[in-house]
């Protein structure tokens, strides 16, 4: 018999550096989960990712356990850290940032394809193209 689900809850936390504070702690507390718990579990797995944005999707279920999904990085930090850039641009539609290569762009959409809705590798770049130019980046080939 499977567990009835109470809850999703949809966090991004720097990799391997979870700790029970704001963000965490009012998440999972209001569920009744163990914060430290999930924090020491999270660290552990997320080691080989210092550095990164994590986003996770934790499943509560009603007897207060918990089973979490890492997914990959957000394509804004990618795409930042490819066009090494710190942020992106205030106004995207008058200035530009930088600049990433298409190729570039390809590998992003390899690395987000199992977290995107996109049948194909070309829809998939389509979606890192638009996240680049909302960011005031510029695809060049």
Do not use: W
Not at 11 to 16: F, K, R
Not at 43 to 66: C, F, L
Not at 121 to 138: H, Q
């Amino acid at each position: 018999m499977s567990k009835k689900i109470k809850a999703y809850i949809k966090l991004q936390i720097a990799g391997g550096a979870a700790t029970p504070g704001q963000q965490i702690g009012s998440s999972l507390g209001q569920h009744g989960l163990n914060i430290m718990d999930f924090c020491k579990k999270f660290n552990a797995v997320t080691t080989t990712r210092k550095g990164e944005t994590v986003p996770v999707i934790i499943t509560v279920y009603t007897d207060k356990t918990y089973d979490f999904i890492l997914k990959t990085a957000p394509v804004s930090e990618l795409l930042k850290k490819r066009a090494n850039v710190s942020k992106g641009a205030k106004n995207p539609s008058k200035e530009q940032v930088g600049s990433v290569k298409m190729k570039d762009v390809e590998e992003i959409a390899k690395i987000k394809m199992p977290d995107l809705n996109a049948f194909d590798l070309e829809a998939a770049k389509r979606m890192v193209i638009g996240s680049a130019r909302s960011m005031g980046l510029v695809v060049v080939d």
